[in-house]
């Protein structure tokens, strides 16, 4: 399981992160239909190099995209001083464990994309975080979480083997070959991961190595559902894939949609 959130604001990781996702639109759809459902202008937080914040911007959207790697942000600016709408983004600078937002802006919907609510590593900081986020919705305002469904073979892993993770493929044709390393403490549900990703140039020469080090936190199906509850929300809904598909035994991610209690 890798998330991209990196408080220390890495830039060799931020480059990875703009390789890792770059392609994909699975995700974009479901938040654009939801965000149209409910008005208003979205807050995404932990846009990381803003993916999504581009495409839903390009949408119509207005949305104040929020990260704590100033690296990853680079890229997000880059991309939105090239739309021909940038004027409906802001992007900020701040930590999820503490978030800087201005109490005064309401927001219909907040998106957390890509496990980046997993970074947070203890009960006390996801409490904390929901309950920030609630208090910046509008009425009727919605969260959107995703969530990676907790990994037995992570969980019972060797500690001391690293695993291939995944091929990438850049838009120049170079490849990118991730590996990840990692151990897993049951009494706090917390994993630590070594992640090493390879770029290789067309022969297969390694040019680069990166290696990042990140920790987080599996939250399990009940835990979550009563934690949106004692944080002042009711589950709307709780889907397996971002084309809607129910939530079963088979899925590997959790997508929850909560609705603000009035």
């Known amino acids: 399981m890798i998330h991209f959130i990196d408080e220390a604001g890495s830039a060799p990781w931020a480059d990875l992160c703009e390789a890792y996702y770059s392609g994909e639109r699975s995700d974009v759809s479901f938040y654009l239909d939801q965000s ?30 929020v990260d704590p790697s100033t690296s990853q942000l680079s890229f997000a600016r880059a991309k939105m001083a090239l739309l021909t709408n940038s004027e409906h983004v802001t992007l900020v600078q701040s930590s999820l464990v503490d978030l800087d937002i201005d109490s005064s802006q309401k927001y219909g919907l907040a998106v957390v994309p890509c496990f980046a609510f997993m970074s947070l590593i203890d009960s006390e900081q996801q409490q904390h975080f929901i309950n920030t986020v609630r208090r910046q919705l509008s009425p009727g305002g919605r969260l959107i979480v995703d ?70 936190r599996y939250t399990f199906r009940w835990e979550m559902y009563h934690l949106l509850r004692t944080c002042g929300f009711e589950i709307l809904g709780l889907y397996g894939n971002f084309d809607g598909g129910p939530y079963t035994e088979e899925s590997d991610r959790m997508i929850w949609v909560a609705g603000a209690r009035s």
């Open 147 to 216: 969530l990676a469904v907790p990994d037995l073979e992570f969980m019972l892993g060797d500690p001391s083997t690293m695993y291939h993770h995944k091929d990438l493929v850049t838009e120049e044709g170079n490849k990118i070959v991730i590996y990840t390393q990692g151990d897993y403490e049951e009494y706090s549900q917390v994993g630590y991961v070594k992640v090493g990703a390879d770029f290789l140039d067309n022969s297969g020469l390694v040019t680069r190595r990166v290696v990042h080090d990140l920790e987080f």
């Open 36 to 65: 149209s459902q409910v008005g208003g202008t979205v807050l995404e937080l932990g846009c990381s190099t803003g993916r999504i914040t581009e495409l839903l911007v390009e949408f119509g959207k207005s949305i104040h995209a």
